[in-house]
């Protein structure tokens, strides 16, 4: 992207680029298999995801996320997956500025 983004522009870039960087281009599969995913998620998740050393519950999050069943997060699975992120940390903002009126 062009130098000069917006403070919003460069974060939308970085969760993209870091889809690409975990989801190594195998052919047309721009998916991450498991262990790309596990490894995701315990490098850059650890603070806002639970358990990311637990297997087991690593293996629940992606069964969750996985809607086409093929084992593999699709971008539009991971990207779910940081909406729901956003999700819960809007919320939280929003207890947080309720509690300071």
């Given at each position: 992207?062009a130098s000069g983004c917006?403070?919003?522009?460069?974060?939308?870039?970085v969760?993209v680029r870091?889809?690409?960087?975990?989801?190594?281009?195998?052919?047309k599969?721009d998916?991450?298999?498991k262990?790309?995913f596990l490894?995701?998620?315990?490098?850059?998740?650890?603070h806002v995801l639970?358990n990311?050393q637990?297997?087991?519950?690593?293996?629940k999050?992606i069964?969750?996320?996985?809607a086409?069943?093929?084992?593999k997060?699709?971008f539009d699975?991971?990207?779910t997956?940081?909406?729901?992120?956003?999700?819960k940390?809007?919320?939280?903002m929003?207890?947080?500025?309720q509690e300071r009126?």
């Open positions: 992207m917006s403070e919003l522009e460069s974060a939308i870039e969760l870091n889809f690409y960087v975990y989801a190594k281009r195998k052919g599969d998916k991450m298999n262990k790309e490894k995701m998620v315990t490098q850059e998740m650890q639970t990311t637990n297997k087991e519950a690593a293996n999050l069964h969750s996320l996985d086409d069943g093929d084992e997060i699709s699975e991971y990207w997956l940081i909406g729901e992120i956003a999700k940390l809007s919320l939280q929003a207890m947080q500025c009126q």
